[in-house]
């Protein structure tokens, strides 16, 4: 019938309208709006965040691209180089949330560490979650288990939260994957390691990676140097043109563009700038007009608003799936100019009095975003060292301070302890930790002011040695000591049952002489370290002296639990070795002694440095010995 109508005595159906009435219920469109237009309405930001409330992309103007190439069909992979609280992960978070609420599959996001993973699920990702109403009704509250620290389970999928550890990349494939402070991850292959796990959903995978710069020639260098660079610059309000956001760039004529500062009587004292008054003459310069942007929030934000991406190996072979993006802490607005001159003139002033430039590699790869270069560090730098040994730099009571490290196969990957002695054997704890890389260890170093040759390294079980050499020769610099230059670095350990070691003047004791192993590497041609084997049983028998208050002073206050269960864990046991009685140290079953270890290497390294009364009586046997 034309009306399409049929009534009865009770009410009338209008098919058409009801059919429409129930596809509109079942089919809900995709919503194809850029993924910041989306975030405008449906995120909200809490106090974990630096800016709460509704996200608004124009605060952020160099976030749009980003979203778009994470949103583009025809891009696999987005990388992010950016400073710490830049952004860069809450650029993933949203798209995270938008990949939840319109896209299926299962999808896996690492953090460094479980405890790094935990931490931001509970403060930032879990309220974000249920704060996002699209996301918020795709979980059936019905489980109270569907949304944990490291998982989260929608009607469509689920999402995994942990670190990038061997189980969690040998499980199942993920659609889509997340990756935080990349610059961390151990291993020259963990990234390609990680993308394997989205081999499953080739064409339509998704692979987000963010972190601050690392080091040159590393899997995320590689990594972020495998796509399109885009790096974002600023337009000078002068000449109209586009330029990247560069620290300092020198021109022909040796004069220099972007941050700059004047050379006069104000700002230089004699040889030494004055950093107070660089900073409050800091501008920006244009490379092409040389026209001068003054420094205030007004100006930093118009040229952040102005701004665009510059697209850098236009020309180069790179894998068109793959974008990379990079922006700098000049293009932060809550970071003035000034700030920025002071912390690189502290840090070149802390390189050019000590050596040290701990500080320059962090303004470079977290400031600027940027990967450092191996060779700066190394860079030959006349110092003297012996300056430790006679100005007592830590205090009357210090001669000297060791930092020594013991190697495990499972996270955390390194225990640390480090301790300052006097030249009498006596000793106090400075600092105890654990790291899980090798930038972390030295980071460790510069805050307690360990000097290279003063870190020393245990070489592990043996399958780790090579590597362990290598890292050792890698951080330490050339020095002039007593007219002769050297390479000095970090010292390599290796604890031994013997007895004690014959030195070639006749006499025993509790470490041998002194190995050299050579740099494997060509370019470091001329580099050694320090190779020492050391006597287990010698060497912790002081060690239990010193810890039972039967030798020197040996503080070791406001210690943890652990420590304290480390420091127990070794007892001292009588064997028969044939006829022979003997003694060794043996761990009680269950426990750790890894704190222990690092306690004995500082006994070792007093030793060596002579600290520690040496050992002249013939080893002969191995029973227990006063010391």
Known sequence: ????????????????????????STFVPNDNRAIYGWAGEHVTLNSGYSITGKFDCSISPHFKKIFEAYQDPF?????ILAPPRSGKTLIAEISLLHTIANNSGDILWLQLSDEKAGQMSDLRMIPLLKSCRPVSELIDLTNKYNITENRYKFLHSTVHITSPKPNALNAVGYKIIFGDEVWKYNGASIIKEIKRRADDYKGVSKCMFFSQGGLKDSAWYEQYNSGQINEYGWTCPKCSKLQRFEWRKKRDDGTFSGIVWPSNERTREGNKWNIKECAKAAVLECEHCRYQVIDNPQTRKYLLDTGDYIPLNANDDYDPTIKSFRFTNICNVKISFGELVTRFLKATQKKDFFGSTSDLEHFVTKDMADFWDEYIRNNRTEIRLNNYDTAKPFGDFEAYRYLTIDVQDTEPFYYY???????????????YGTANTWNEIESIRDRNKVDFRFVFVDTGNGRKTESIYAECLKHGRWANIDGDEMWVCYNSLKG???????????KWYRYNEEVEIMAGNPDDEGKTLLHYTWSNF???????????????????????????????????????K??????????????????WDCEAMQIVAADICGCLEAATQDEDTNSPMDN
């Open 75 to 79: 891009i696999r992979e987005v990388n």
């Open 538 to 576: 010698r060497i912790k028998q002081i060690l239990e002296a010193l810890r039972d208050g039967k030798g020197k002073l040996w503080e070791a206050a406001d210690v943890t639990e652990e420590y304290t269960s480390h420091l127990n864990a070794e007892v001292l046991q009588r064997k028969l």
């Open 417 to 431: 302890v480090c301790r300052a002695w006097n030249k009498q054997g006596e000793s106090r704890l400075i600092s």
């Open 578 to 595: 044939g006829n022979t009685e003997e003694f060794e140290y043996v761990c009680k079953p269950n426990t750790h002694n890894h704190f």
């Open 496 to 506: 031994s049952g013997q007895k004690g070691f014959k030195h070639k003047d006749n």
């Open 1 to 24: 019938m034309d009306t399409k109508e049929i009534s009865n005595k009770y009410t009338t159906y209008d098919f058409d309208k009801d059919l429409e009435e129930i596809f509109k």
